[in-house]
């Protein structure tokens, strides 16, 4: 009865490689996030979508491109990783982009690019 | 652009003791204010909240004030537990009709709480 999931929990891959994280939520929210926390635990905004629309892009390399083929569920893939693309990824969910709705994370996906 | 501030971290205490850390904050309308917490090796959760000027959020023991003429949002507790050792973010969002807003996020404080 996970609300936000993400998969994979860990990702170790090699530098140049394409890989994907996917996130889901079960809470009926029209409303997904990305966001990427650094080593140093800062917490930053990358994408949201809002009923499968793309509302908030901030400035995030193009070969990162996010995906949500329905409301519950908006996957991130990465091309031609960098080492500067190992973060900790979080994915988020609420019901509206607006005002004060809140914000429910998933446990976040690890990724090391060696 | 709106940012906060969050106070430096490590932040050290023996169990019992009393925490703040603080939190201010820099936005051009009216926003919400959230403390998030990260403990080890899991996700964000959501601690407490305040929408309006004056509101005070608590949870499990924490609270905060929205003060907007100090522009602040500090986050105390009376008495820490071992168990409360995490990463503390604080964090905006704008109530606004216009474009979408997203959260802002503090740099986090890490707070170990020793037995």
């Known amino acids: 009865d996970t609300a936000v999931s993400q998969t994979p929990k860990y990702l170790v891959t090699q530098m140049g490689n394409d890989k994907s994280i996917k996130c889901e939520q079960n809470?009926?929210?029209?409303?997904m996030y990305w966001y990427k926390q650094d080593s140093k635990k800062f917490l930053k905004i990358m994408f949201s979508?809002?009923?499968?629309?793309?509302?908030i892009n901030e400035t995030v390399p193009n070969r990162f491109s996010p995906k949500s083929p329905d409301k519950a569920h908006l996957n991130l893939h990465i091309n031609s990783l960098e080492l500067g693309d190992s973060a900790v990824y979080f994915c988020a969910s609420s019901q509206g982009d607006r005002g004060t709705k809140t914000q429910y994370f998933g446990p976040g996906t690890r990724l090391l690019v060696l | 652009g709106d940012s906060v501030t969050q106070m430096e971290g490590p932040v050290t205490l023996s169990e019992e003791a009393f925490l703040t850390i603080n939190c201010t904050y820099t936005?051009?309308?009216?926003?919400?204010l959230f403390w998030y917490v990260q403990y080890p090796g899991e996700g964000l959760q959501l601690l407490l909240k305040?929408?309006?000027?004056?509101d005070k959020g608590s949870n499990k023991g924490f609270e905060a004030t929205y003060r907007k003429e100090t522009t602040s949002f500090h986050l105390e507790k009376g008495s820490v537990q071992v168990s409360d050792s995490a990463v503390y973010f604080c964090?905006?969002?704008?109530?606004?009709?216009?474009?979408?807003?997203?959260?802002?996020f503090g740099s986090g404080t890490q707070l170990t709480v020793l037995p």
């Open positions: 809470l009926g929210h029209d409303t």
């Open positions: 305040a929408t309006k000027a004056d």
């Open positions: 964090a905006l969002i704008l109530i606004s009709s216009g474009s979408a807003r997203q959260l802002t």
């Open positions: 979508y809002n009923n499968k629309e793309l509302i």
């Open positions: 936005a051009t309308g009216y926003p919400s």
